[in-house]
């Protein structure tokens, strides 16, 4: 194989990364003011003057303040740049910020660019106290995330309480323990473990929000500052969205990065990267404890880079929730007592949205500097929707570029059959998955369970609240509720009601 131009050879060259955390919210930096402080930062870690010139400028897309979008165009003009190639993603995706890295290696690859810019933000935290104060005046007070324009319409899931991600990624918890062959406290100390080492990290990390290490019983143990959101997760297993965080990274060709006397220490180098997806319909999928998509992305990965765990130096391991980072060490062979975070995880680093893994790319970066160590970043976005892993190091991995990373037939091809959906369904069935959600004050709103009918076929149900002894059975970890059998009846307005036999 014939030696590779220094001008098709992408390298990370900048980071950056900002917590803005005003006593007045009404001082706090909007996302574009994040983004550009972010790059800002990025370009003096990289020596100065690239944004200047960069050809393409990359945004993750934001929801915290919807009248700001389109963003990117606002973050260029904020900087006072024109780069030639500007655009954001479609939607807020926890996968967006690996994707754009990945695009823009095979931007300077094919020759297309020399310098390349990527950033996100998120001012969720300022949007939410204006909102409380709009409230206090006497307005609704919006809820950004529940809110979100791809969140608000209704049907069949959103019926039975399934909206955002807190209540969905609960039904992948619950099946995933029953499949791992663990009983509620043994999946919840698995659970524990792996946050508690990302406090640890993340109180080590200049940028993390949360830097107060917790042990792992704090945070599975419901309390009155650690609510239960949905079973069995609690305010310490969720992504903590409640932030003001911006990131970004610039990457150049190595060529450039020469030009400019960047020194060889201080650039991360890219390796093979691969992609996958589930359906956007988290009804739609074969199964609930496993994910092909999540499984193809890394597995591929490694394969590409030639790579084994005994390999990999560190690991960001996407935590939204604990049943990713579960499912992902599960694939890729990562010990239990090894940290699966280099920034701090989405709950004490910070859940800015779509952008986290530009953090973690700021991390990662920070750690590889110097070495000759390997690094993986894996990421997930939507519903455990979008998967998109690639690896980094220290050194020279050889990859070249441009290189495909759409793994999708590979993924689909590992799927199991998807059952049907039957939305008007009576009579006996099994539980495939389920979760409680609860009430800011710690009360139950309602359990749902999904459920497989004697055909093979998936249908929704709900548990009222006031049948306490059906709530018990699905949270209090004496059985395991997951392949129980019981009946579901529909009410007058046709609601399905579960009741266990």
């Known amino acids: 194989m014939s030696e590779q131009d220094p001008e098709n050879i992408p390298v990370i060259v900048g980071v950056g990364q900002i917590n803005d955390r005003p006593e007045d919210p009404g001082d706090g930096l909007d996302p574009v003011g994040l983004m550009a402080e972010a790059l800002r930062r990025a370009d003096a870690d990289a020596g100065g003057g690239l944004l200047a010139e960069c050809d393409s400028l990359a945004v993750v897309a934001q929801l915290a303040w919807p009248q700001l979008n389109p963003i990117d165009g606002k973050v260029a003009e904020t900087l006072g740049i024109e780069p030639a190639h ?289 690094g993986l970043l894996f990421a997930n976005g939507g519903y455990a929707t979008h998967n998109h892993t690639i690896l980094v190091s220290g050194a020279p991995t050889g990859a070249r570029f441009p290189q495909g990373f759409d793994y999708q037939s590979e993924a689909d091809g590992r799927r199991g059959e998807v059952p049907p959906l039957d939305e008007s369904f009576a009579g006996p069935a099994t539980i495939e998955t389920y979760t409680v959600h609860y009430r800011r004050d710690g009360s139950v709103q309602s359990g749902v369970i999904v459920a497989r009918t004697e055909d093979g076929s998936r249908t929704l149900a709900s548990v009222p609240a006031a049948d306490q002894e059906t709530i018990e059975f699905l949270t209090d970890g004496r059985n395991e509720p997951v392949g129980t059998t019981g009946t579901i009846t529909r009410d007058e307005d046709g609601y399905a009601i579960w009741t266990p036999d």
């Open 86 to 374: 500007c655009m954001q993603t479609a939607m807020p995706n926890g996968d967006s910020p690996i994707l754009l890295l990945h695009e823009a290696a095979n931007r300077i690859g094919r020759g297309e660019a020399k310098i390349c810019a990527i950033t996100g933000g998120e001012a969720l935290r300022t949007a939410g106290q204006l909102a409380a104060m709009k409230k206090a005046a006497g307005d609704e007070k919006p809820n950004a995330l529940r809110d979100a324009s791809h969140r608000v319409r209704k049907g069949y899931a959103q019926s039975y309480g399934l909206v955002v991600p807190t209540d969905v990624y609960p039904l992948y918890e619950n099946a995933g323990r029953a499949a791992f062959g663990q009983n509620l406290a043994e999946g919840q100390a698995e659970s524990g473990t792996i946050w508690a080492a990302m406090s640890e990290v993340a109180a080590g990390s200049e940028g993390a929000w949360l830097r107060n290490p917790v042990a792992p019983e704090d945070v599975v143990t419901p309390s009155h500052s650690n609510r239960l959101i949905a079973f069995p997760y609690t305010k310490l297993q969720v992504a903590n969205s409640s932030v003001n965080q911006g990131a970004g990274f610039i990457v150049c060709s190595l060529a450039e990065a020469r030009r400019r006397g960047n020194a060889e220490e201080k650039l991360v180098w890219i390796g093979h990267g691969a992609a996958a997806h589930e359906s956007g319909n988290f009804l739609d999928r074969d199964r609930y404890d496993a994910s092909p998509s999540l499984a193809t992305s890394i597995e591929r990965t490694m394969t590409l880079n030639g790579a084994t765990a005994d390999d990999l130096a560190h690991v960001e391991l996407y935590s939204c929730f604990p049943c990713v980072p579960k499912m992902a060490r599960r694939i890729l062979g990562w010990p239990l007592d090894k940290p699966a975070t280099v920034f701090g995880g989405l709950t004490f680093g910070g859940g800015p949205i779509g952008n986290y893994m530009s953090h973690a790319v700021v991390a990662m970066v920070e750690k590889l500097r110097g070495t000759s160590d390997k």
